[in-house]
């Protein structure tokens, strides 16, 4: 398995409140992404990374902000999370962006 | 933009029946191509994939996928469902695109 770790797995947080998210992966690939997974909407693409302090937006970026200052950590914000970011996160990684993505374990977080 | 569509929310098959899941694709180059599976529970692994070349792609755990051009299809095949292939199924464009909806899976006895 791709060496891929989310963190936190679990998360309960309140309305305003500022999270973080933490990608790490031991793969040393290129590329990495961040998703969220909502039922009947299957996996969006919220960033994602191309290098250190290369990122670009995805389909669902908005409330949401991304920092790689190294290869191997990608970091998900929400400046101040909402109940419509209770979500299922994903982070993926890939050597390239026309290679296959390698995900992580999920984070299952929740606003109230 | 590569964008690609899953028409089926949800599938039931019997066990031992065949399987066919479709994606169609809608860009006008040689598209890159992935199908990914996901259990309950887990992250997502991928199936198979196509770059170019035989348009039949074999994958793992016994599926496969035909690219058919002149349908903009890239459909996903097993000839015999087991139950442990109740899952979500992803066909996905690679880079900056979001996968599709996806297709729910499942088998009865």
């Known amino acids: 398995d791709a060496g891929i770790t989310q963190s936190p797995r679990h998360k309960v947080t309140e309305t305003g409140t500022p999270v973080t998210l933490r990608c790490h992966q031991t793969e040393n690939h290129r590329y990495m992404y961040w998703y969220r997974q909502d039922p009947g909407h299957g996996l969006r693409l919220i960033h994602y990374?191309?290098?250190?302090?290369?990122?670009d937006k995805g389909e669902v970026s908005d409330g949401y902000s991304v920092s790689r200052s190294k290869t191997e950590d990608f970091l998900l914000t929400l400046e101040s999370a909402t109940s419509s970011q209770t979500s299922v996160y994903f982070c993926?990684?890939?050597?390239?962006?026309?290679?296959?993505?390698?995900f992580g374990p999920g984070t299952r977080l929740t606003v109230l | 933009a590569q964008s690609v569509t899953q028409p089926d929310i949800h599938i039931t098959v019997s066990e031992g029946a065949s399987l066919e899941l479709r994606c169609n694709y809608s860009y006008g180059a040689t598209p890159y191509l992935f199908w990914y599976v996901q259990s309950p529970g887990q992250g997502l692994q991928l199936l198979l994939k196509y770059f170019s070349g035989d348009t039949l792609v074999q994958g793992i755990k016994g599926f496969e996928a035909e690219f058919k051009r002149s349908q903009s299809s890239f459909n996903l095949r097993k000839p015999s469902v087991h139950w442990s292939d109740a899952a979500e199924y992803f066909c996905a464009p690679p880079l900056e695109l979001s996968f599709g909806a996806g297709t729910t899976v499942t088998v009865r006895a």
């Open positions: 993926a990684i890939s050597e390239g962006g026309y290679n296959e993505q390698f």
């Open positions: 990374s191309y290098g250190v302090k290369d990122t």
